[in-house]
């Protein structure tokens, strides 16, 4: 599957943003799939992960009530809604995908991931 990031941009703190990921070249409903940042200097983090339904979601404590994602396999579309935004939330935003379906699961660490986009850049200024 290939991937595609879109919706980054520059937003000031509190405010919103919305990312999209276009899927390709695979069934989109097969795959769990993930959001992951990366800052300069820091390791990946994962932001948010849910199974191939969207019915099953995981978020790093740090984004709880504050990101949500969701998807739309008749679209093969993944989204990120992230609201009240904070300068720490500075980074590059990439989706990602693994094979998986089976029921519930999802992967909570970037390694887990096979199939990455090209990340979209989230700046949020204080």
């Known amino acids: 599957v290939q991937l595609q990031a879109s919706g980054g941009g520059t937003v000031q703190a509190g405010g919103s943003l919305g990312l999209s990921c276009a899927g390709s070249?695979?069934?989109?409903?097969?795959?769990?799939m993930g959001w992951i940042r990366q800052t300069p200097g820091k390791e990946r983090e994962l932001v948010a992960a849910c199974n191939w339904s969207g019915g099953t979601r995981h978020y790093v404590d740090s984004v709880k009530g504050r990101f949500t994602i969701s998807r739309d396999n008749a679209k093969s579309t993944l989204y990120l809604q992230m609201n009240s935004l904070k300068p720490e939330d500075t980074a590059v935003y990439y989706c990602?995908?693994?094979?998986?379906?089976?029921?519930?699961?999802?992967?909570?660490?970037?390694?887990?991931?096979?199939?990455w986009g090209q990340g979209t850049l989230v700046t949020v200024s204080s």
């Open positions: 070249g695979g069934p989109f409903s097969n795959y769990a």
């Open positions: 990602a995908a693994r094979w998986n379906t089976e029921g519930t699961w999802y992967y909570t660490e970037p390694d887990d991931y096979d199939y």
